[in-house]
């Protein structure tokens, strides 16, 4: 009796294990569904700046929309999130939570610039970061600003006062590990953004947007032009302006997609671990002496579509080198086995170069700065 029992068992043990198969199969197979989520800036009683004949939170609805229809015509497999999708105005730290629990691969707050000035104009991306120029802080406290009209915003966003400088430093020490993806999808859409629109070219900076703060995925805002200048005015508050403010949006979306996002869906390998070709020497510098089996930690200043010069004014009479990466010259100053070094060394360059950040590479790849610490302290 107990071997009947005991084969009974074993067959239905098997028959569990073959109905299981399938199932686990397609789980493991399943591809991480690649989201992007679409964050329109203010809304409902708070309309952001204004304009002489339009409203910023209507201009930022308007074009949000239109870059969700090109994505989600050109690429169905990509899930599509708004912050907001009506007239509403929704707090910006529940805009990043939105992002966040939707475990996000892409976070794009799209927003229009103002200016006491009538003569300031362009388009302008920002990544995270304490804030390239005046301009960059300005822009920033001006978003933030928002948050004083929100019930309990003192205890949620911890005492942090918009119009104090003292509240940004918390982004002086900040390290967000999607940093430089975040730099690249900036790059991406300021690129898309001048060529379709020909506005104005302001660049890439960082500042200390909350709303970004919050998000835990690469993440940038958008200024699409400001709304205090009459001809940017009328350029993105048209129908024709807003279609091709969108489609430099996308197209510099696709860009990143076309490198990032298919990677992450295929069950590639992670974007933080990706292959680097030979790096070369850009000026002749100072090497220091590095271990190759270790971390190598480097402070990255820039990325471009270009090789630029060396005598390149940008480089502000710095010596750097470049390596490659999916298409994009990206340069840096420094190189050290000692994350400690790089600070100091980061410390140092970051007077020139506001959006200097650490990167890392180990055995001929780059990796995860964050992993790379661990590796380092455990090797000690």
Known sequence: MGIRIFITRLLLLFSIILLSLPQAAAQKNKKKQFTVVIDPGHGGVDPGALGRKSKEKDINMSVSKLLASMINEKYPEIKVIFTRTTDVKIPLVQRADIANKANADLFISIHSNASKSKTANGCETFTLGAGSSVEAKAAAMYENEVILSEENFEEIY????????????????????????????????QNGMVKESKLANRGVSSAGFLVLHRTVMPSILVELGFISNSKDENMISSKEGQKKLAKGIFNGFSEYYRIYGKKKENGGEDVTAVNIKKEE???????????????IFKVQIMASANKLDPKDKRFQGEKAQYYRENGMYKYTIGESNSYADILETKKAVSKKFKEAFIIAFMNGKKINTQEAVKISQKQK
């Open 158 to 189: 911890k005492g942090f006062d918009p119009r104090s400088s003292e509240s940004y430093i918390i982004f002086e020490l900040i390290r967000n590990h999607d940093m430089e993806l975040s730099a690249d999808i900036a790059q991406f859409v």
């Open 281 to 295: 020497t850009v000026a002749s510098v100072e090497r220091s002496a590095v271990a190759k089996e270790k971390p």
